[in-house]
């Protein structure tokens, strides 16, 4: 079998073969421009990550990590089946949803002194236990509760007999390489590998494995344990959100057939074609960006060489949630699964 595909170059080879889905190179542009003028901004800086998301972390430190570590182990599979009935959870008067639910019910929990960042604690954790920490306020419980527990458990055991019951010691030994502690995390826990196959090569998104990385690099402000040399060569986070945002901003374009069976409301099953194709197209659209962007700043003499990938899925993510009402005409992909 052919060796496999790291996120990026399968972006490229999913986009080169893709039958459902398209890159436009005017939208791609079109996005570029729009994101250029906001190279300076919060929104496109490492520092946006504290300062934008009241619900992450403010302080840099060990039990900071554990959070982001604990956070992104349950980071998957938020979407509602109906947008009428949906989990929600209250933090300090306000109501969550989506995936600030869950940051939401963690720091809820940690409030009441549960300490469900530990890995002795969650490495132990039972089904009630969890389903506590993660209880709705409105009755609909958030999604695969059970796998939650899994991969929970899982991820604080291996803490434990790895890594000294800490995921800073895991960063320790990435000697400041974000594709060396993307590795260390993607073997050392089986949760984060996020692989499948298509037209006969093993292609990687490692969606939740690089989200991992760049949420502790915007953590730790890219500095000291978060400062990683390669923080650029992260993809985008391949999941629901960003294609949706990706087609309603005219970068990229999906087939009739496709668009109908997302009108639909079809479940795709992780490693469908079609589900592979929007995944690997957006990872390879938003590297289009980025070298449109880079091109703008040679061309007006702006420094602008701090912008990544990871930033521009991060603008991309809160430009989403802030635009739900006008991208309801394209609807998001379906699937329940622990890669997203």
Same mark, same amino acid.
């Given at each position: 079998?052919?060796?496999?595909?790291?996120?990026?170059?399968?972006?490229?080879?999913?986009?080169?073969?893709?039958?459902?889905?398209?890159?436009?190179?005017?939208?791609?542009?079109?996005?570029?421009?729009?994101?250029?003028?906001?190279?300076?901004?919060?929104?496109?800086?490492?520092?946006?990550?504290?300062?934008?998301?009241?619900?992450?972390?403010?302080?840099?430190?060990?039990?900071?990590?554990?959070?982001? /570590?604990?956070?992104?182990? =349950? !980071?998957?599979?938020?979407? *509602? @089946? +109906?947008?009428?009935? #949906?989990? &929600?959870?209250?933090?300090?008067?306000?109501?969550?949803?989506?995936?600030?639910?869950?940051?939401?019910?963690?720091?809820?929990?940690?409030?009441?002194?549960?300490?469900?960042?530990?890995?002795?604690?969650?490495?132990?954790?039972?089904?009630?236990?969890?389903?506590?920490?993660?209880?709705?306020?409105?009755?609909?419980?958030?999604?695969?509760?059970?796998?939650?527990?899994?991969?929970?458990?899982?991820?604080?055991?291996?803490?434990?007999?790895? /890594?000294?019951?800490?995921? =800073? !010691?895991?960063?320790?030994? *990435? @000697? +400041?390489?974000?594709? #060396?502690? &993307?590795?260390?995390?993607?073997?050392?826990?089986?949760?984060?590998?996020?692989?499948?196959?298509?037209?006969?090569?093993?292609?990687?998104?490692?969606?939740?494995?690089?989200?991992?990385?760049?949420?502790?690099?915007?953590?730790?402000?890219?500095?000291?344990?978060?400062?990683?040399?390669?923080?650029?060569?992260?993809?985008?986070?391949?999941?629901?959100?960003?294609?949706?945002?990706?087609?309603?901003?005219?970068?990229?374009?999906?087939?009739?057939?496709?668009?109908?069976? =997302?009108?639909?409301?079809?479940?795709?099953?992780?490693?469908?074609?079609?589900?592979?194709?929007?995944?690997?197209?957006?990872?390879?659209?938003?590297?289009?960006?980025?070298?449109?962007?880079?091109?703008?700043?040679?061309?007006?003499?702006?420094?602008?060489?701090?912008?990544?990938?990871?930033?521009?899925?991060?603008?991309?993510?809160?430009?989403?949630?802030?635009?739900?009402?006008?991208?309801?005409?394209?609807?998001?992909?379906?699937?329940?699964?622990?890669?997203?």
């Amino acid at each position: 079998m052919d060796a496999l595909l790291l996120p990026k170059e399968a972006g490229k080879f999913i986009s080169d073969n893709s039958k459902d889905v398209f890159i436009l190179e005017k939208g791609v542009w079109k996005v570029a421009e729009m994101l250029f003028v906001k190279r300076n901004s919060k929104e496109l800086d490492a520092t946006g990550w504290k300062l934008l998301h009241d619900l992450n972390p403010q302080t840099m430190n060990e039990a900071s990590v554990n959070w982001v /570590f604990v956070v992104d182990t =349950l !980071n998957f599979s938020f979407w *509602s @089946e +109906n947008d009428d009935h #949906k989990c &929600l959870i209250k933090y300090k008067g306000k109501m969550h949803s989506g995936f600030w639910s869950l940051c939401a019910a963690i720091n809820r929990a940690l409030d009441e002194g549960i300490p469900i960042t530990n890995a002795s604690y969650v490495a132990n954790i039972t089904l009630d236990q969890l389903k506590y920490v993660l209880r709705s306020d409105t009755g609909v419980p958030m999604p695969l509760i059970e796998e939650r527990l899994k991969v929970l458990k899982e991820a604080g055991n291996i803490l434990l007999e790895k /890594f000294d019951g800490s995921f =800073l !010691n895991c960063i320790k030994k *990435s @000697e +400041n390489s974000a594709q #060396k502690l &993307l590795q260390l995390v993607v073997e050392n826990f089986p949760s984060y590998r996020d692989e499948t196959m298509f037209q006969g090569k093993k292609v990687a998104f490692y969606k939740r494995a690089q989200i991992l990385v760049a949420d502790i690099w915007g953590l730790l402000e890219g500095k000291e344990d978060g400062f990683f040399h390669d923080i650029a060569s992260l993809t985008m986070f391949a999941d629901y959100r960003i294609p949706q945002v990706l087609v309603h901003l005219g970068a990229m374009k999906y087939s009739e057939k496709l668009m109908e069976k =997302l009108k639909q409301g079809v479940l795709f099953q992780s490693g469908d074609c079609e589900e592979v194709e929007i995944r690997g197209c957006s990872i390879w659209c938003v590297e289009l960006i980025l070298r449109c962007i880079l091109e703008l700043g040679a061309q007006k003499g702006c420094t602008n060489a701090h912008i990544n990938s990871v930033l521009i899925d991060y603008y991309l993510w809160d430009y989403a949630r802030d635009h739900q009402k006008d991208m309801e005409d394209i609807p998001i992909h379906h699937v329940r699964c622990i890669y997203y």
